[in-house]
């Protein structure tokens, strides 16, 4: 009996299996490498209104060219009276500025390595990390679009005279970006600590 033909086969079926557990352990690598962590309903909306704000921030400054002085007001003190103007076209830079800075934010909350955090990341809950880095910086991105709104109504409300309006509104978001900040980071920071 000749049992080298059924004993090639059996190394060669034992060999596959090896190759594919190596390319799955592979898999698995590449995927914790560039894990995201998982995004909810909660985070789609998140995404859904920061696109939708970035889209009003460019239809508003097309609308409010037309209507806006020669001059604009493009720097406040800290009581929100225009202390720096510029002409109208300002506008528009203003509204990309917005835009590239919730684009900015939109990208960080899909790549974690951009946000610069004070501690370290644990190893052992990374994915839970990086979903709620990705949360902060959906929060942040749906923020400055608001911030941006503000700035915006700020440079065309002195003939309007509700320029301590949109200040309040500026300063409230604001606090809010920065309270964000703090919460977020300490729940990211907890987080690693429950794992050590």
Not at 13 to 33: A, L, Y
Not at 113 to 131: D, G, H, R, Y
């Amino acid at each position: 009996m000749d049992y080298s033909g059924s004993f090639a086969q059996e190394w060669q079926n034992e060999e596959k299996e090896d190759n594919n557990q190596k390319g799955r352990n592979r898999m698995i690598h590449f995927r914790m490498k560039n894990n995201i962590g998982s995004v909810t309903v909660a985070d789609r909306i998140l995404e859904m209104a920061a696109l939708a704000l970035a889209v009003f921030l460019v239809v508003l400054a097309v609308a409010l060219y037309h209507y806006l002085p020669e001059r604009i007001p493009v720097h406040f003190n800290s009581v929100g009276e225009a202390d720096g103007w510029g002409g109208k076209g300002m506008i528009f830079m203003l509204s990309a500025l917005g835009v590239v800075a919730m684009a900015i934010c939109s990208a960080a909350a899909y790549n974690y390595k951009m946000v610069n955090l004070p501690f370290s990341l644990n190893p052992a809950c990374l994915s839970q990390q990086v979903t709620i880095i990705g949360r902060m910086m959906r929060v942040l991105s749906v923020l400055c679009g608001l911030l941006f709104i503000a700035l915006m109504l700020m440079t065309t409300v002195p003939q309007w005279g509700m320029q301590s309006v949109f200040f309040s509104f500026f300063l409230i978001v604001m606090t809010s970006m920065t309270v964000v900040l703090i919460v977020y980071t300490v729940w990211i920071y907890k987080k690693g600590r429950q794992y050590r």
